[in-house]
């Protein structure tokens, strides 16, 4: 944390060294902003605001009876058509900017203008829009604004009933269509049960699924029957090379080679200990007291198998495990045998069927499939035909949409943009943090020593000892008449600033 520190000090006195070329920048940053600032021209915006009721009494009413259609849907749709090229081509018209404009080109660029300078805001749930418009004459603005009311609030929705009318019309030469086919549908149906009674399809399903389900299931039960055969066939080849017993002496050979194994590795553990330690470290006295214990045993299996030099005979593993598992494939191939007997006699039956059934299964899916379908649709235009001749009623003699006008337009007396007491400081301040930013990196690019911890990390010496600077009247003089005049230098910035933003108050009273 002290090493930072210093380090952010000593950053400090560098830059402080090259404090005039900071308040030079700043003062130039701060001249060129201040006078872009005030050159900037004045926009006035014009704004009015309109509320779109839609909860009508007769909304919750007939709700589900007649057919309603999505008001708030349709209104910000008027919204977002209000930036559309038709609608500023007509307010261009409306408020005479179209004569302005002599060439495509310059009408290209008026409409493109016209769009990016409109904002209609929604307040959300309320349906409450702010209609903005921001320009350098005020009047205009106002123009703008108040021509958009007038389109936003007089877009008729009678459409809607236009709609309507076409829609009960379409929907009633639909029902008569529907009507003839479902009549021809229940005349077919009732000729084609009376010619295949006994014959009708029951309620197990299609009889193509069922005879390719019984197909697949009894390739699958073959499949696995096949794979257990060569699983048995297999495992008593095993079986065949395999020995009932085996001498425990030869059983005993894998043990010893293990020991052999790991006092090899142990072996080889020690002398890399060697290569680091001497023999009285701790690590080489346990490798060695491992080895001993491991030379013992198997100096102890040894002495057994002298003991017992003829070998006793044991019963080998493997033989048991392969003869269980021949039992158990045994069982398993049985059963699948019993399987497969089941699906082949299930896929004969259903093959053995008369050639019949599947095509009046198939002729009587597709009529009752035709028929449900124009009965469906004939009872869904039914409902849909009272529900647009009441939607038809409630439209004509009823509104379902109120325009109220919360705010006409207005232009305020003060310009909406810019901000230039917020614009005045924001250079201000931009211009102090760039002459500190100019300062700071003058004083990276050409270093100076500032104490001794710089000298010592530039020159990697160990340092013997520093001469202090003795300060004179005169130097102590010329010191404080530099402080004093830096302090004047920055304070007349401020000042400057000060005066700035007086002149701003002023000029936007007296405007």
């Not at 499949?223 to 008593?236: G, I, S, T, Y």
């Not at 004047?488 to 005066?499: C, E, F, K, M, R």
Request: aromatic residues 6%.
């Amino acid at each position: 944390m002290d090493q930072v520190l210093q380090q952010i000090l000593g950053y400090a006195k560098a830059t402080w060294h090259r404090r005039w070329w900071g308040v030079a920048v700043a003062w130039l940053v701060c001249i060129v902003g201040w006078t872009w600032v005030m050159t900037i021209p004045d926009r006035y915006q014009a704004s009015a605001r309109v509320y779109v009721d839609t909860q009508t009494l007769l909304k919750p009413l007939l709700s589900g009876l007649a057919a309603q259609p999505n008001i708030e849907q349709q209104i910000k749709l008027m919204t977002r058509q209000l930036v559309s090229r038709p609608t500023l081509e007509k307010v261009a018209r409306m408020t005479d900017l179209d004569v302005k404009a002599k060439t495509p080109e310059q009408t290209e660029a008026m409409l493109n203008g016209l769009a990016s300078k409109i904002s209609i805001a929604d307040a959300g749930r309320e349906n409450l829009y702010t209609i903005s418009y921001q320009d350098a004459n005020g009047d205009l603005a106002k123009k703008v604004v108040q021509s958009l009311l007038t389109i936003f609030v007089e877009t008729s929705l009678g459409k809607t009933r236009q709609d309507i009318s076409s829609s009960a019309r379409f929907i009633e030469e639909q029902l008569q269509q529907y009507q003839q086919k479902l009549t021809d549908g229940e005349t077919a149906l009732t000729e084609f049960k009376r010619k295949h009674i006994g014959m009708m399809p029951g309620q197990g399903g299609d009889y193509y699924a069922k005879l390719s389900q019984t197909s697949e299931q009894l390739r699958q039960a073959q499949l696995d029957q096949r794979e257990a055969v060569n699983r048995r066939n297999q495992l008593k080849r095993q079986l065949e090379d395999e020995e009932p017993e085996l001498n425990a002496a030869a059983a005993a050979v894998s043990t010893h080679s293990e020991i052999d194994g790991r006092i090899q590795a142990l072996e080889k553990q020690m002398d890399q200990l060697r290569l680091q330690y001497t023999d009285l470290h701790p690590d080489i006295q346990s490798t060695k007291r491992l080895i001993e214990k491991l030379q013992a045993q198997k100096k102890i299996d040894l002495a057994d198998r002298k003991a017992d030099p003829a070998g006793a005979r044991i019963q080998n593993p493997v033989y048991q495990q392969l003869t269980i598992a021949i039992a158990e494939a045994d069982a398993t191939v049985s059963s699948l045998g019993a399987r497969v007997a089941e699906y082949q006699r299930r896929y004969d039956a259903l093959r053995n069927a008369s050639n019949m059934i599947p095509q009046v299964e198939q002729d009587y899916t597709q009529l009752m499939r035709d028929y449900g379908v124009y009965r469906q649709n004939y009872d869904a235009l039914l409902k849909r035909r009272e529900s647009v001749t009441m939607s038809g009623e409630v439209e004509s003699k009823t509104d379902t949409v109120d325009f109220r006008v919360i705010d006409p337009p207005f232009v305020p007396s003060q310009p909406a943009y810019p901000n230039r007491p917020l614009l005045l400081s924001l250079v201000t301040l931009g211009g102090l943090v760039a002459g500190i930013a100019v300062a700071f990196l003058l004083s990276q690019l050409r270093r100076t020593v500032t104490d001794r911890r710089v000298l010592r990390e530039l020159t990697g010496l160990p340092l013997l000892g520093a001469v202090a600077r003795v300060e004179t009247p005169d130097s102590r003089r010329r010191k404080r008449k530099g402080l004093l005049t830096y302090a004047a230098a920055l304070g007349s910035l401020i000042a400057a600033y000060g005066a700035v933003m007086i002149l701003q108050l002023v000029v936007s009273r007296a405007g």
